[in-house]
């Protein structure tokens, strides 16, 4: 690629980025129809929710939708839902107010506007793994920042004191930890589907507040809950927003330094229609700072169709019809995978599940040949070194589930035959 008609300061982040990229979307030959699993997309509540955005356009848009939205934070009637949504669901040991909300064009940009509001150019921020690999992509594009994935010794600890010491000891080894300004993670985590415990989050805070850092808590999973087995979450979901004042060290709670990410993209199905938020509960300077870093970018016709949504009396019966569909998906994937032999780590929450497809992989290689393998066979999953898993993780991948069961049987069907054809 040729950088030389871009700005140097866009051609470094183009060559940092462009690697990690490269390969995300699988081509399969001409021929073969292929069953998508790769992308955290939530087909099984979309239908429900589309005729419901349908008609929130019509009954509800109005000429004022036509101008600039009133408000620095966003539109207020869907600030006033997006508090409602939060207090309901959420558990948050201090309300959230309206004016503590920033909406964004999804949580991409919204965390993108939250680090340029932390850091500056070149400070960097922790990221707790195995997650998603778009961090470093908006830390680095918008940000301007370094991105460091913490990774645990092993992914079956993942949430458990070992990611803790696991982020002690990436501090305890960086040459400028004056430049490190927060720890960042995903709660529920993509791509393993499991949530932190009370206790470790309260350590990964005691940790951030000991050396003056922020927290920044992914929690765009939060609603996608299901039952594996028993009817009982292995471990139910914790927001940070749920802390308390014991919790911290802080001279005020809530803290100025924690703050949450959330959008409609996963919960309810809509990543197009673009509508993230950040709630950061007592620091109104970093508000504001988000705020002009993403002003005006959530549409009229967005906000119109989130507050409708969330002030929907038709939304508790939602969120449980679609906890019931991911559930029965979820156990149809795992019975499937379960009987090929093929291990994964139990989820309670989000859209995917993450298998140890080839077991027999023993390096990025192996594990780049066994996704091309199984593209052939008509099969697309997100490749395990995608997700920052350790250098010594190989052959893993993340399977979405979220679809029809007729896509499920079909991807089992392809997981068997490259098991059988290897």
Request: glycine letters at 8%; proline letters at 5%.
């Amino acid at each position: 690629m040729d950088f030389s008609n871009v700005s140097g300061h866009m051609s470094r982040k183009l060559q940092h980025i462009l690697p990690t990229v490269a390969g995300a979307h699988q081509t399969p030959p001409e021929g073969i129809l292929v069953t998508d699993l790769s992308t955290a997309e939530n087909a099984l509540i979309a239908e429900d929710i589309l005729p419901l955005q349908r008609c929130a356009i019509a009954e509800s848009l109005s000429l004022k939708d036509l101008s600039y939205p009133p408000g620095f934070g966003g539109d207020p009637e869907l600030l006033k839902a997006l508090a409602d949504f939060f207090n309901t669901y959420f558990n948050p040991s201090s309300s959230v107010e309206p004016g503590q909300i920033i909406t964004t064009a999804g949580a991409g940009n919204a965390l993108s506007a939250l680090i340029s509001a932390i850091c500056d150019p070149g400070d960097e921020v922790l990221v707790l793994g195995p997650c998603w690999e778009g961090f470093d992509a908006y830390f680095t594009m918008g940000a301007d920042v370094k991105t460091t994935f913490v990774t645990p010794t092993c992914l079956e600890t993942a949430t458990q004191m070992d990611i803790v010491e696991a982020l002690q000891a990436a501090y305890e080894a960086s040459d400028a930890k004056e430049r490190i300004k927060a720890v960042a993670l995903t709660n529920p985590l993509n791509p393993l589907g499991q949530c932190y415990s009370v206790e470790i989050l309260r350590k990964i805070l005691e940790f951030c507040e000991a050396r003056g850092m922020h927290l920044v808590s992914d929690e765009v999973y939060a609603i996608s809950s299901h039952r594996p087995r028993g009817d009982e979450y292995s471990r139910p979901f914790v927001s940070v927003l749920a802390l308390e004042e014991g919790d911290s060290t802080a001279a005020t709670w809530p803290s100025p330094k924690v703050h949450v990410i959330w959008s409609m993209s996963k919960d309810f199905g809509s990543s197009g229609t673009r509508m993230g938020c950040i709630v950061s509960q007592a620091n109104q300077a970093l508000r504001f700072g988000a705020g002009l870093a993403s002003y005006w970018q959530t549409s009229s016709l967005t906000s119109v169709v989130a507050a409708s949504l969330l002030r929907s009396p038709q939304l508790p019966s939602l969120i449980q019809k679609n906890s019931e569909r991911l559930g029965a998906a979820y156990r149809q994937m795992t019975d499937g995978l379960s009987k090929l032999g093929i291990k994964f780590i139990s989820a309670d929450y989000g859209l995917f599940v993450f298998a140890k497809i080839g077991a027999h992989c023993q390096s990025a290689a192996d594990e780049v040949e066994m996704i091309a393998q199984l593209v052939e066979r008509g099969l697309i999953v997100a490749p395990g070194r995608k997700f920052s898993c350790g250098e010594s993780e190989h052959g893993w991948a993340r399977i979405t589930f979220a679809v029809s069961g007729d896509k499920i049987e079909n991807a089992l069907g392809a997981l068997g035959a490259y098991l059988g054809g290897k």
